[in-house]
């Protein structure tokens, strides 16, 4: 049995992505985070984006990995990220 190196990484919690993104907004002022700069923040906002939406979208089990909890809502609201907050389109092909 061996343990993969990509295991012994810690993870970042939400909390601290949370605390990158209000950082990127108060810089900058807004939520136009750059894939190619900041992949990682920029993959985060588009989950919490995408939990956002399937809140609304309560009848499909198969969403129910995405529900998000109240108080991280109201963190994302606090500083101005909804479901309608617009974010750069990566330019992967």
């Known amino acids: 049995w061996e343990v993969r190196p990509s295991l012994d990484r810690p993870r970042t919690t939400w909390y601290q992505r949370f605390e990158e993104l209000k950082a990127f907004y108060?810089?900058?002022?807004?939520?136009?985070?750059?894939?190619?700069?900041?992949?990682?923040?920029?993959?985060?906002?588009?989950?919490?984006?995408?939990?956002?939406?399937?809140?609304d979208n309560t009848q499909e089990p198969k969403e129910s990995y995405k529900r998000m909890s109240p108080d991280r809502v109201q963190a994302l609201q606090s500083i101005g990220f909804t479901k309608f907050t617009q974010l750069v389109e990566s330019t992967k092909p």
């Open 26 to 55: 108060e810089k900058n002022g807004n939520h136009l985070v750059d894939p190619g700069n900041a992949p990682h923040l920029y993959a985060w906002c588009r989950e919490q984006k995408q939990r956002l939406k399937a809140l």
